[in-house]
C-alpha cells in the first residue's frame, strides 16, 4: 500500500510555471507505474502524464505535450510535474496516483487501472 501527498498548486499567470510534486509512502516506490490527473469544476478527471517504474517511459495528453514534464526520483520517493506555459484551460485540481506493477516496466494511462489516488492540488491559471 501507498500514501500520496501533493505539493506546489498555487495562482499563477497564464504563462507561468509551477512544478508539482508528489510525496509517496513505504518502501517499494519503484513498483508503482505513476500518474498525473486533473479534475476541472464540472468536468470529468483526466488524463495528464504518466511514468513507467523506473522513470525511463512517459506519455502525455495532447493538451499538454511540450508543456508538461512528468520525472520521478526513486530514491525519494517523490513524483512531479513541472508545468510550463500555462493556460487558463490548466486551471484544475491535480491528482498525484499509482499503480502496482506486478511485473514488466511500462507506464498506465487509463484513470481506473490506477489503485492509489492523493487528496490533490488547486491549480488556478488567470488570465
Known amino acids: 500500500q501507498v500514501q500520496l501527498v501533493e505539493s506546489g498548486g498555487g495562482l499563477v499567470q497564464a504563462g507561468g510555471s509551477l512544478r508539482l510534486s508528489c510525496a509517496a509512502s513505504g518502501r517499494t516506490f519503484s513498483s508503482y507505474a505513476m500518474g498525473w490527473f486533473r479534475q476541472a469544476p464540472g468536468k470529468e478527471r483526466e488524463f495528464v502524464a504518466a511514468?513507467?517504474?523506473?522513470?525511463?517511459?512517459?506519455d502525455y495528453a495532447d493538451s499538454v505535450k511540450g508543456r508538461f514534464t512528468i520525472s520521478r526520483d526513486n530514491a525519494k520517493n517523490t513524483v512531479s510535474l513541472q508545468m510550463n506555459s500555462l493556460k487558463p484551460e490548466d486551471t484544475a485540481v491535480y491528482y498525484c496516483?499509482?499503480?502496482?506493477?506486478?511485473?514488466?516496466?511500462?507506464?498506465?494511462?487509463?484513470?481506473?487501472?490506477?489503485?492509489?489516488w492523493g487528496q490533490g492540488t488547486q491549480v488556478t491559471v488567470s488570465s
Open positions: 496516483a499509482a499503480d502496482y506493477v506486478y511485473s514488466g516496466n511500462y507506464y498506465v494511462t487509463r484513470r481506473e487501472s490506477y489503485d492509489y
Open positions: 511514468i513507467n517504474r523506473s522513470g525511463g517511459s512517459t
